[in-house]
């Protein structure tokens, strides 16, 4: 049973960053494809960011140019670098790991940006 624990979440104001990290158990994890996906209150669970096992990566539309996605295979460990946060990034942050057909969640972290 994979586990992924998420951590680095919480309260910022407008433009400043954060980086989050997930931090995976299991073997192989250079194999797999990792994202971060966010919920905010009311809203559907959506894509943030994903990196593929060979390092493609891929970003939402809102988070292109401020978000970085990037993995530490040797640490099992995904990041998400977060700059020029606004309000509208406030949600649960959740890891996802897609191993085969098989999906994995971490629990998720809060982010709020306010003022």
């Known amino acids: 049973q994979v586990q992924l624990v998420e951590s680095g979440g919480g309260l910022v104001q407008p433009g400043e960053s954060l980086t989050l990290s997930c931090a995976a158990s299991g073997s192989v994890f250079s194999r797999y494809t990792m994202g971060w996906y966010r919920q905010a209150p009311g809203q559907q669970r959506d894509l943030v960011a994903s990196?593929?096992?060979?390092?493609?990566?891929t970003y939402a539309d809102s988070v292109k140019g401020r978000f970085t996605i990037s993995r530490d295979n040797a640490k099992n460990t995904v990041y998400l670098q977060m700059n020029t946060l606004k309000p509208e990034d406030t949600a649960i942050y959740y890891c996802r790991q897609q191993r085969d057909a098989r999906l994995f969640w971490g629990q998720g972290t809060q982010v709020t940006v306010s003022s």
């Open positions: 990196i593929t096992g060979g390092g493609t990566t």
